[in-house]
Nanobody, 127 residues
Framework: QVQLIESGGGLVQAGNSLRLSCAAS????????MGWFRQAPGKPREFVGA????????YYANSVKGRFTISRDNAKNTAYLQMNNLKPEDTAVYYC????????????????????WGQGTQVTVSA
């Protein structure tokens, strides 16, 4: 199996930055997309962004465009979520996910496209 270990969450004041990491390990696998999702209390899971593992192209939710950046380190099998200018509404548990099964039309935008998930890391932004 593939294991995803997340790190980097914490408590910060609005306007500050955090970088989340998601390291993948386990058996030999092929990653097609690595995605980031978040879930705030009482709200459904929300797409944050994703990266195509092969070419590095990225997609972002409108709510985080211009503030969040996804990157990857292929050698370390690690994805990153750089979060700048954090706002209180960004407060949530953040999950990374790996898409390791090739599917027609998959772009990494939906949770249903992912088959492995990290344990989640809490991000709390105070006003």
């Amino acid at each position: 199996q593939v294991q995803l270990i997340e790190s980097g969450g914490g408590l910060v004041q609005a306007g500050n930055s955090l970088r989340l990491s998601c390291a993948a390990s386990g058996r030999t696998f092929t990653v097609y997309h690595m995605g980031w999702f978040r879930q705030a209390p009482g709200k459904p899971r929300e797409f944050v962004g994703a990266i195509n593992w092969s070419d590095g192209s990225t997609y972002y939710a409108n709510s985080v465009k211009g503030r969040f950046t996804i990157s990857r380190d292929n050698a370390k099998n690690t994805a990153y979520l750089q979060m700048n200018n954090l706002k209180p509404e960004d407060t949530a548990v953040y999950y990374c996910a790996a898409d390791t099964v090739k599917g027609l039309g998959y772009k990494g935008l939906r949770g249903e496209e992912y088959d492995y998930w990290g344990q989640g890391t809490q991000v709390t932004v105070s006003a």
